[in-house]
């Protein structure tokens, strides 16, 4: 009997053993580097919480991709930390006087991670493929009618009508250039010409990329970023020294001793959304009511710990062409409760969906549910998971209000495109037929002060008819290790890696 | 031996039947792939293209036959998010899984036996009333909560343990082993008072015999008596529930191998169901079905086999 036990504990540790043998030999080659690394003082280890969405860029919209993806390839041009638009794989470009024809002349000096060099043949196959149908921003780009290569390093791009956005869109991440005829496989093997190339993806463990020779070179040759989806392990590894950059929330910053916290204005937009189908919400007297019985200060300390900025409207103000329309509904309770009687709602009940995935959205709908049972709308709040959330509120357009957030563009027009009657995205339901009128205008308007003023047009129609209670542009917070410098982030949601260094 | 051929062909079926009941079950659901990968980006129409474009505008049928055939064929598909294949996920997972659930067994068992047993010597002494209330509060606390203790406690204080992460053994034993060993606790605490209790209340059955009293009569030496009678069935009393702890070990597995960043099948598992990673979730739940059956099998198997020798002994 004793030795059966004893056969059996023996079994399990050889199962043990046999099954941490599996993938040896590339661990320890890594771990050689490590030790290498610590000499020179490289290594730099960064906490991610969520796994990329593969590393394809033309294949996802999640900004987890992109963070990494950034570093691994290139774009035709790059956004400044100003939001400026500056060359980057294009040497220079020009716009044709109607504005449709923009040239882009390549640089001809760099070369693909496999030693392959770069001619605008990967530049035409890589807007191919972000325009066929598997490529999630296609409608995007659909503007785009013609590619034509003109030589190995000029290409030209024909858009059927002139765009105020139409050098931007080659500034985004998701329309990096990738190799002519990459295919499926960039989703795990990434292969692009930008300053760190993919040494090794341990799906939810770790990232590890090495500098290359590049135009962009950066200063620290290994990173690795470090899967962590628990925060309260990030912030621990963090002050441990374990880990050089997190991104963190506003209630660890005051415990994170040395470290730099840097705070940065993320250009998106977060709001409750309110489906004007309803009928009581389609009164706007109640929406105004609904904007005057929250106050947004509180709610901004309340649940974001102070960190962003109030919003009147659906613009962030770091973007260009802000208005401040914050002053539009102050926070009112009297006045609230009177146009709550006025408007025939006093003790309805409206519906709230909270995406569960963010629990930040979750708390901040909790909050404004009780300003609104205090002016007498009653809320029932359901928390539903992501995807549950995109079919019924995205989707179906199944619901009263909602909490949630929007991500930050380098063109207004891109943020605001939403609230035009005809889109399949106005998921509030809003008909507006000057704001239609505006937006048509705006995104063929070229002069850029004509185009400024009609922004200002918009976000002041939208901070008055507020088909949402606009909340904060949320302000994102790192914590860096107090050895490292050089870190700053772009309007994209993403900050490159060639910009860091040790400190001597 | 008929009894276990006839133990396979049902557990065969009863893994037809659950990788069917998931598959179904995740097409009743709301969201899918690809309205989480194109997130707010979505417009309608662009979900309907990318849906027929990657083949799952089919009828949920069709789409079942065809990742049945191929899954009959070794083929388990490539995961929507990684893209890669879900069998090569999968087995780059399991060494951190299993050896995590293992070295959680291996504390959580002679631990609870030695406590079990010695709680039932003692029945209510201070020692049996001192595990009991352990046991129960072994039983009310929350594995996360444990794990999130020990964290920010034990190894962010202690500099052998490291926060997060898992260091391969064929890397360096002493790092695995240490990157394991809290996360093991906390899964052990989340078994061991279950454990505790059946070794203690078999103990206690077997020391209430008519045959104990016959060991007394005949002069036999106590402590041989108890080694020889109680603490047999006290060992083999944690074998018949191993089974199922190994199933409730997975559910603790999600939650710690995320708290403590490890690699393993839990934290995939959990991963590829937000994002409605089809292929990879019903080859991971076919995996994980299939191995509870097996492990349920054999520990059937042993007792069996245990059982018959034990009655040969006492003849």
């Known amino acids: 009997m004793k030795t059966k036990i004893g056969v059996l504990f023996i079994t399990l540790m050889f199962a043990l053993v046999l099954s941490a043998c599996g993938n040896g030999s590339d661990e320890a080659k890594e771990l050689l580097n490590e030790n290498k690394n610590t000499e020179a003082k490289d290594g730099l280890k960064i906490a991610i919480s969520v796994d990329p969405d593969g590393l394809d860029p033309h294949r996802t919209t999640a900004s987890s991709t992109f963070v990494i993806t950034n570093n691994i390839y290139d774009t035709l041009v790059k956004v400044t930390k100003d939001g400026e638009i500056e060359p980057s794989l294009a040497a220079s470009y020009e716009q044709s006087e109607d504005g449709k024809t923009l040239t882009f002349n390549l640089r001809e000096d760099v070369q693909f991670h496999d030693g392959t060099a770069l001619t605008a043949k990967d530049v035409a196959y890589s807007f191919e493929r972000i325009k066929d149908e598997l490529g999630p921003r296609k409608d995007n780009y659909a503007y785009i009618t013609e590619v034509n290569v003109i030589d190995d390093y000029t290409i030209e791009f024909k858009a059927e009508s002139p765009s105020a956005s139409f050098i931007s869109d080659f500034a985004y991440p998701w329309a990096a250039i990738v190799k002519d005829g990459a295919d499926e496989t960039l989703k795990k093997d990434p292969v692009g010409t930008g300053p760190y190339k993919l040494v090794n ?113 659906h613009y962030p103000p770091v973007l260009k062409g802000y208005v401040d329309t914050t002053g539009t509904y102050p926070y009112d309770v009297k006045k609230a409760k009177a146009l709550v009687e006025e408007s025939g709602a006093k003790g309805i009940t409206l519906n709230m969906k909270l995406p569960s995935d963010y629990p930040n959205y979750v708390a901040a709908g909790q909050i404004i549910a009780e300003k609104l049972e205090a002016i007498g709308i009653h809320v029932k709040i359901e928390t539903i998971e992501w995807g549950t959330w995109l079919t019924d509120v995205y989707g179906n357009r199944d619901y009263d209000l909602t909490v949630v957030g929007h991500t930050g563009r380098i063109e207004g027009y891109d943020l605001l495109e939403k609230y035009n009657s005809t889109r399949s995205d106005n998921y509030f339901n809003y008909k507006n037929t000057e704001i239609d009128d505006l937006l048509s205008s705006i995104k063929v308007e070229l002069d850029e002060e004509r185009r400024m003023d009609m922004y200002e047009q918009v976000q002041t129609i939208l901070a008055e008819e507020v ?38 | 031996m008929k009894e276990i051929i006839r133990r396979i062909a049902s557990s065969i079926v009863l893994i037809i039947v659950v990788s069917f009941v998931t598959f179904f079950m995740l097409m009743l659901i709301p969201g899918d792939a690809v309205e989480i990968s194109l997130g707010t980006e979505a417009t309608p129409e662009r979900v309907t293209e990318l849906r027929a474009a990657l083949g799952m505008d089919a009828p949920w049928y069709t789409q079942y036959m065809s990742w049945f055939t191929h899954a009959l064929a070794g083929d388990f598909g490539v995961s929507f998010t990684y893209g890669e294949n879900v069998t090569t996920l999968l087995l780059s997972r399991l060494p951190v899984t299993l050896s995590l659930m293992l070295m959680a067994i291996v504390i959580a068992v002679p631990l609870a036996l030695t406590i079990g047993v010695i709680a039932a010597l003692k029945q209510n002494k201070t020692f049996d009333i001192i595990a009991r209330t352990l046991m129960q509060m072994g039983d009310a606390m929350p594995q996360f909560w444990i794990a999130l203790i020990f964290l920010v406690y034990i190894a962010a204080q202690i500099e052998i343990f490291p926060i997060s992460g898992f260091t391969p053994f064929s890397e360096s034993v002493y790092g695995g082993v240490m990157s394991l060993f809290l996360p093991a606790v906390v899964l052990a605490f989340g078994m061991i008072a279950t454990l505790i209790r059946i070794v203690r209340s078999s103990m206690l059955h077997s020391l209430k015999q008519d045959y104990m009293l016959m060991t007394r009569v005949s002069g036999v030496h106590p402590v041989r008596a108890i080694i020889k009678y109680p603490l047999r069935d006290a060992l083999i009393a944690p074998l018949t529930v191993i089974g199922i702890q190994i199933s409730g070990l997975i559910s603790g597995v999600i939650v710690v191998e995320s708290i403590f960043s490890l690699p393993g099948v839990g934290r995939l598992l959990f991963s590829a169901v937000l994002k409605r990673d089809l292929f990879l979730i019903l080859g991971l739940v076919s995996f994980i079905v299939t191995s509870v059956i097996i492990i349920t099998l054999i520990t059937d198997i042993l007792y069996i086999l245990l059982n018959k020798k034990m009655r040969r002994n006492e003849s």
């Open chain 1, 201 to 313: 993806w341990t799906p939810q463990d770790k990232i590890v990329l090495e500098g290359v020779d590049h135009y962009n070179e950066g200063q620290i040759q290994n990173v690795e970023f470090k899967m962590m989806p628990d925060s309260t392990a990030q912030v621990t590894s963090f002050k441990k020294g374990d880990i050089h950059l997190i991104e963190t929330t506003g209630d660890v910053v005051d415990t994170l001793g040395d470290a730099t916290i840097i705070e940065i204005d993320n250009n998106s937009v977060q709001l409750m959304a309110m489906n004007l189908e309803n009928d009581y919400l389609s009164n706007k007297k109640l929406r105004q009511a609904i904007n005057m019985a929250v106050d947004k200060e509180e709610l901004i300390n309340a649940v974001w710990w102070g960190y962003g900025k109030q919003i009147g409207s």
């Open chain 1, 467 to 504: 088909p949402a209670l606009y909340i904060q542009e949320p302000t994102r917070i790192y914590g860096i290790s107090d050895d490292l410098e050089g870190f700053s982030a772009y309007p994209i949601d993403v900050f490159e890696l060639k910009d860091l260094k040790f400190k001597e």
